[in-house]
């Protein structure tokens, strides 16, 4: 089955600064990718997606890029603030719905004023 | 914007206990799931379900756990006899099914205690 990988389990960044997020999958059908935001004792709420027709996706402050040769993809916030402070889970499913998501365990963003 | 309506948000039971999660999906979608997460943890699959019937479960989901969808609307977990690693954050979910959006949507959470 799907195997999602995540690093770093921790980060720390100024305000203002980027933070980078990766993961690695295991199942070459996998090809659909999504980010979860998660604050403490909150739902897991979807801040983007991408599907794996596209290599690159923006919307606002947040980015995310894949690459299916090497089955990595990544989550850029760009101009950090304090409010981004959160717990963030990767995903990989396949596109025929029903089938389950695969989340990454995780990686603690603190922003630091 | 619609939202995965989940009850009771929080449940403390004994040990060996039955425990009835609820949960109301988005009305429009067709794809309902159970997602565990231990404190601290990631969250994890329980079952998918489609057109009322099981679609794909994991390994965590065994006899002891059950779902049904009632009526129209709900959708329940059941844990037959509790055991305290049950205890967790136990999210539902939906899903529109279709062909160009398989994003899914996630409850509040029913964090419930086993003690």
């Known amino acids: 089955g799907e195997n999602v990988e995540q690093h770093p389990s921790t980060l720390s960044v100024q305000e203002g600064d980027s933070a980078v997020i990766k993961c690695t999958y295991s199942d070459s059908a996998s090809n659909y990718f999504p980010w979860y935001k998660q604050e403490l004792g909150k739902r897991p709420q979807l801040i983007i997606d991408i599907r794996s027709n596209v290599g690159e996706k923006k919307d606002q402050r947040i980015a995310v890029t894949l690459n299916k040769t090497a089955k990595h993809f990544s989550l850029h916030i760009t101009e950090t603030q304090p409010e981004d402070s959160a717990v963030y889970f990767c995903a990989a499913s396949r596109q025929n719905y029903g089938q389950n998501f695969v989340f990454g365990p995780g990686t603690r963003l603190s922003v630091l004023p | 914007e619609p939202e995965v309506t989940q009850t009771p948000s929080h449940q403390v039971t004994q040990m060996g206990q039955e425990v009835i999660l609820r949960c109301v999906p988005i009305?429009?979608?067709?794809?309902f799931y159970w997602y565990r997460q231990i404190l601290g943890q990631k969250v994890e699959f329980l079952v998918s379900f489609y057109n009322n019937e099981i679609s794909e479960k994991s390994e965590i989901f065994d006899d002891q756990f059950s779902v049904e969808r009632p009526d129209g609307s709900n959708f329940t977990l059941k844990i037959r006899s509790t055991k305290l690693e049950d205890s967790a954050m136990y999210f539902c979910?939906?899903?529109?099914?279709?062909?160009?959006?398989?994003?899914?949507?996630f409850g509040e959470g029913s964090w419930l205690t086993v003690v």
């Open positions: 979910a939906s899903s529109e099914g279709s062909a160009t959006s398989n994003t899914i949507y």
């Open positions: 009305s429009n979608h067709l794809y």
